[in-house]
């Protein structure tokens, strides 16, 4: 049951950046966010979001399928992958990654807390 919610969470934060509704997807995010990137930099809730609404990041579609969610107590594991294509910092990127979500259960609400992807050869 714990597993849906988990994937539609997840379809949601991705629905959300691909529309712009930045303010949607930071109600989803935890406070102490940290979204790493295919180039290793690393954000925070703040620095991401601030990149968002400033335009950084452009994305023009994303996949994301899912292979496997793991819940262990608390904390829901989202093991699968991110493609997408989008413009970021003026420069067209079109990713394949498996990638690693994780969310973070508090006061019966889940939230979005960190991001892992791994680009695909």
Known sequence: ME???IKSLEEERFKAIVEKRYEDFAKLAHPDMTYTHTSGITDSK???LSKLFGGFYDYKWIEHPIHKI???GDV???FGEMHSDLVAGNV???LKNKSLAVWKKENSIWLFYAYQPTPIP
């Open 92 to 94: 067209a990127k079109s």
């Open 76 to 78: 829901a594991l989202v």
């Open 3 to 5: 597993d849906i919610l």
């Open 46 to 48: 703040e620095s991401y």
């Open 70 to 72: 793991q819940i262990i």
